[in-house]
């Protein structure tokens, strides 16, 4: 440097710092290795991202040529050196910052190399180093969860998918994916589950709820010879001097429907009662024995009914064809169309296929016995993809059945809005007959509402206040319907009362009967549990 030129910045910093050290009695010693530290510190983050980037390029080089084995030689050497790095710049964050960022990513493109290979368990480990770096790695994330899927641990690949569905700036068709991907999670956990509460239940008797009794009654209301034996009744105040039949069909009135199997079999084997009242009192037994899902006991009372009509001569069945037609009914009710998991699809398509087949055939039989009597249309079209065509088969021959009104209408509110059509609805088939019917108040309490005012906080406040207090009106009126208890779940949960959510769902799948509804009720509760656990152990769902 010539000596007319002028002084650099930094030969002015370096005297003023010599000056200073000389002020304090520093050797130039020690001087020097300050200032070399501090030029070290400054450049040697910056050439061990440069390297660590060469050696990123050549792993991610090399994995793209399926060198997997290449790839993590070069993805572990920059691990390595991020590691010793990062663990000399504890007090510089945003130096350290920008390595961990660089070391989750080498973290997750090894995890990527152990997934080409088969390795999971090292696929695993990797996932979660690089997420321990960075929580909210969507890549990692993702892995690790098909990870414990492959491994079969599918609550954890449950938790894993509910945090993606709950971060931000999530596309439509990624919320789609991981919400498919938390469904099929949870059935792998759930199935096992069904089974299991399915297969306890057997010999068992289940509360019947007033919802299942109510679809008999009023499909068949009618023709029934139980429900006209029924209606012939006094009041319930002569219910104590009642005797055989009268008895239950008392209970029936009253809606103790739990009781009313036992009352009824007595009656079945008496030799003392005549023979019409001896068919009914089985078609009472073995129906309320189905609703407790006592199919083998029905079934075995539920035969008895052919010897007793055997007795009777020909213009007897003729004056009792009602009765005949009843007992059809019944075996319709009992048949079930069923998926049995445990059995192949081919074996579950014939078994369904064959009671099918029993169901139109008795059905036939029904209508030779008595044409105009509909009741086995109504009650069993359901088990039928030709559901409407059944109903119109119904309503052609018996146009003013007030089922068939209830049909049409309820058949309208899946495309109806909110609003007066759907309370027609609710009221119209059950309130006349059974006015303090939990099923109507359920309902009512959902669609008892402007939907228009629900996009306002205070009225959405007001409409849940008062959804709630309808559901627990419908529990006071029928504490064996599962739904209320379902939908009070839902809304503690949105209040955050998870617990006492948990309890409401567990009361729900005690009482639901069918494997769907089974299904719908655990995976909620399921989520609900998911969401305790995180609260309780303080882990946070990424908004």
């Known amino acids: 440097m010539s000596t007319n030129s002028v002084p650099s910045r930094s030969w002015l910093f370096s005297n003023r710092v010599l000056a200073m050290a000389a002020a304090l009695g520093l050797g130039s010693t020690v001087l020097y290795l300050i200032m070399r530290s501090r030029k070290s510190s400054r450049t040697g983050s910056e050439s061990i991202v440069q390297e660590v980037e060469r050696k990123k390029a050549c792993g991610v080089d090399a994995f793209r040529h399926r060198q997997f084995e290449e ?73 690790r969860a098909r990870c414990y899927v492959k491994l079969g641990l599918h609550e954890k690949a449950l938790n ?5 569905t709950n971060m931000g700036n999530v596309s439509q068709e990624s919320l789609n994916f991981y919400q498919s991907e938390l469904d099929k999670a949870a059935e792998m956990i759930l199935c096992p589950m069904v089974d299991e509460i399915i297969q306890s239940r057997i010999m068992k008797p289940m509360k019947i709820s007033q919802l299942v009794v109510c679809e008999w009654l009023y499909s068949t209301v009618t023709n029934d010879p139980i429900q006209a034996r029924m209606a012939n009744l006094t009041n319930d105040d002569n219910s104590q001097q009642s005797s055989g039949l009268d008895v239950a069909l008392f209970a029936l009135k009253r809606g103790e429907y739990d009781k009313i199997a036992s009352l009824a079999i007595p009656i079945v084997d008496d030799e003392t009662i005549d023979l019409v009242e001896k068919m009914l009192a089985v078609l009472l037994a073995a129906r309320f024995l189905h609703y407790q899902t006592l199919d083998v006991q029905a079934l075995e009372i539920a035969q008895k009914f052919d010897n007793y009509w055997d007795k ?56 030779s016995i008595n044409p105009n ?14 559901a409407l065509s059944v109903f119109q088969k119904a309503k052609n021959i018996d146009p003013k059945h007030p089922f068939i009104r ?28 059974v ?47 599962w739904e209320p208890y379902r939908m009070l779940g839902k809304i503690s949960t949105d209040n955050q009362a998870l617990s006492e959510a948990v309890d409401l769902y567990s009361k729900a799948i005690a009482l639901a009967r069918k494997r769907e509804e089974l299904m719908v009720l655990l995976k909620e509760r ?18």
């Open 71 to 143: 790839a993590l030689r070069f993805f572990g050497e920059a691990v390595d050196d991020l590691r010793k790095a990062s663990a000399k710049l504890a007090g510089s964050s945003a130096e350290k910052a920008e390595l961990d960022e660089l070391l989750s990513s080498c973290e997750n493109n090894n995890a990527a190399c152990y997934d080409q290979l088969g390795d999971t368990d090292s696929c695993l480990l990797h996932c979660g180093l690089a997420i321990q770096i960075k929580p909210n790695y969507v890549k990692a994330i993702k892995r």
């Open 160 to 164: 894993d998918y509910l945090d993606l």
């Open 312 to 367: 009777l001569d020909e213009e007897q069945k003729l004056a009792h064809k009602d009765v005949h037609v009843a007992y059809i009914t019944l075996q319709l009710s009992i048949i079930h169309l069923f998926e049995n998991e445990l059995m192949s699809s081919s074996e579950n398509l014939a078994i369904n296929k064959t009671n099918k087949e029993r169901c139109y055939q008795l059905m036939d039989d029904a209508q």
């Open 373 to 386: 009597n509909v009741d086995p249309l109504l009650l069993t079209a359901d088990l039928f993809t030709e």
């Open 406 to 433: 209830y049909y049409e209408i309820h058949a309208g509110t899946g495309v109806a809005k909110l609003g007066e059509s759907a309370n027609v609805c609710v009221h119209y088939p059950f309130q006349v007959r």
């Open 435 to 481: 006015p303090n019917f939990s099923y109507a108040i359920f309902l009512l309490g959902l669609v008892d509402c402007n939907p228009n005012a629900l996009s306002d906080r205070a009225a959405f406040a007001t409409f849940v206040k008062r959804t709630e207090r309808a559901m627990r009106k419908a529990i006071e009126a029928d504490a064996n319907n």
């Open 526 to 543: 399921l989520m609900v549990t998911v969401l305790v656990k995180k609260k309780e152990e303080g882990k946070k769902v990424h908004d």
